[in-house]
């Protein structure tokens, strides 16, 4: 059983940068793939971002690809979100997800099997 807990989430303006990270315990890290996903209010669970376990591949989002940047730390067992020029519509909960589909599915919600418990981004205009 793998447990994520993030951090990092907090009130910003719109233009800031963020850092969100993802500790995990539990498992061995460096065999998962790793992704952030989030979630506004009202709408529906999305994709932002994945690495992969061997090459620390990456695959983000088409609408973050040039703000946001996803590594990983496997010493420190810790994947990271980096976000920078935040909108408005960045503003969600994001969360951490632990699994193995690489390259298929990848950016499916279903495909990750442990879940962090989110941590919440507020962008103000």
């Known amino acids: 059983q793998v447990q994520l807990v993030e951090s990092g989430g907090r009130p910003v303006q719109a233009g800031d940068s963020l850092r969100l990270s993802c500790v995990a315990s539990g498992g061995t890290f460096s065999s998962y793939v790793m992704a952030w996903f989030r979630q506004a209010p009202g709408k529906e669970r999305e994709f932002v971002a994945a690495?992969?376990?061997?090459?620390?591949?990456?695959v983000l989002h088409d609408s973050v690809n040039d703000r946001f940047t996803i590594s990983r730390d496997n010493a420190q067992n810790t994947v990271y979100l980096e976000m920078n020029s935040l909108k408005f519509e960045d503003t969600a909960v994001y969360y951490c997800a632990a699994g193995w589909a690489w390259p298929n599915r990848r950016t499916y919600a279903d495909a990750y099997i442990y879940w962090g418990q989110g941590t919440q981004v507020t962008v103000s205009s």
């Open positions: 690495i992969s376990a061997k090459t620390s591949s990456t």
